[in-house]
């Protein structure tokens, strides 16, 4: 399988913290400072190959120059299965909070909402197969390494997903501007599938239908609708706030 590179310095040390194999990491020539002395210590005690390269040869290997300074040849990604986000909140002893995302095209979106459903107690993320943004540098990137501890299960069919996951008792939620109540007016509390869509379209049809309730957020400005990882920020910490607040 073909190897993949991470670039930046707060997502190359999450690796680190992980048992995920590291081929190689690539350093620009120069005197080290702040954490990447951090990363070459952890890399050296796990003896991991260090090169310094310039920095031309950097940014041909990381295919980008918003590298800071390091780039990692990584294994690539390891997609877990439905069955086994649920075993996650199953060993948790906690109710499955699942977020489906309805082809989100943009990885830094979905970098931005996997760092957010991490930082919420999320148990896993659905994306699809096609026509979707897949874990890749980018998303390494802007979820600040969050990707390397939260499950992301690809499936062929959304709408066959949320319906097996019925079957397991999730009561599914969908972000949707046309909602028929605001996401804080109703009950989020246990076994949930929180379904944000795609960026400009929002949830297709299909799906749509398949959702229990269809959830809005109050827009009271000018602008008519948000970010889809604003979307899912907001809706994420309701849950949060439901399950745990006061």
Same mark, same amino acid.
């Given at each position: 399988?073909?190897?993949?590179?991470?670039?930046? /310095?707060?997502?190359?040390?999450?690796?680190? &913290?992980?048992? /995920?194999?590291?081929?190689? #990491?690539?350093?620009?020539?120069?005197?080290? &400072?702040?954490?990447?002395?951090? $990363? $070459?210590?952890?890399?050296?005690?796990?003896?991991?190959?260090?090169?310094?390269?310039?920095?031309?040869?950097?940014? &041909?290997?990381?295919?980008?120059? %918003?590298?800071?300074?390091?780039?990692?040849?990584? %294994?690539?990604?390891?997609?877990?299965?439905?069955?086994?986000?649920?075993?996650?909140?199953?060993?948790?002893?906690?109710?499955?909070?699942?977020? #489906?995302?309805?082809?989100?095209?943009?990885?830094?979106?979905?970098?931005?909402?996997?760092?957010?459903?991490?930082?919420?107690?999320?148990?896993?993320?659905?994306?699809?197969?096609?026509?979707?943004?897949?874990?890749?540098? %980018?998303?390494?990137?802007?979820?600040?390494?969050?990707?390397?501890?939260?499950?992301?299960?690809?499936?062929?069919?959304?709408?066959?997903?949320?319906? /097996?996951?019925?079957?397991?008792?999730?009561?599914?939620?969908?972000?949707?501007?046309?909602?028929?109540?605001?996401?804080?007016?109703?009950?989020?509390?246990?076994?949930?599938?929180?379904?944000?869509?795609?960026?400009?379209?929002?949830?297709? &049809?299909?799906? !749509?239908?398949?959702?229990?309730?269809?959830?809005?957020?109050?827009?009271?400005? !000018? $602008?008519?609708?948000?970010? %889809?990882?604003?979307?899912?920020? $907001?809706?994420?910490?309701?849950?949060?706030?439901?399950?745990?607040?006061?």
């Amino acid at each position: 399988m073909k190897e993949q590179y991470v670039v930046g /310095r707060n997502p190359i040390l999450e690796i680190l &913290r992980t048992d /995920r194999h590291i081929n190689t #990491i690539f350093i620009a020539k120069g005197e080290p &400072r702040g954490s990447i002395n951090r $990363i $070459i210590e952890i890399a050296k005690d796990r003896n991991i190959t260090i090169e310094r390269v310039d920095k031309n040869r950097l940014n &041909r290997i990381s295919g980008t120059s %918003a590298h800071q300074g390091v780039a990692a040849s990584v %294994a690539p990604y390891e997609y877990s299965t439905v069955d086994d986000i649920l075993c996650i909140a199953e060993e948790k002893d906690e109710p499955p909070f699942i977020l #489906i995302l309805d082809g989100i095209e943009d990885p830094n979106n979905l970098g931005s909402i996997i760092r957010t459903a991490e930082a919420g107690g999320v148990h896993g993320i659905v994306i699809p197969k096609r026509r979707a943004a897949q874990v890749t540098q %980018a998303v390494y990137k802007s979820s600040a390494g969050a990707v390397e501890f939260l499950a992301i299960a690809k499936v062929t069919n959304i709408s066959d997903t949320i319906d /097996r996951l019925k079957d397991k008792g999730l009561w599914i939620y969908g972000a949707d501007m046309g909602g028929e109540k605001f996401y804080f007016d109703w009950n989020l509390k246990g076994p949930i599938g929180l379904v944000i869509g795609s960026e400009g379209k929002g949830i297709s &049809r299909l799906v !749509k239908e398949k959702c229990d309730v269809l959830l809005k957020i109050p827009m009271e400005g !000018k $602008i008519s609708s948000l970010n %889809a990882s604003n979307a899912a920020s $907001i809706l994420i910490y309701e849950v949060v706030r439901q399950n745990h607040g006061s």
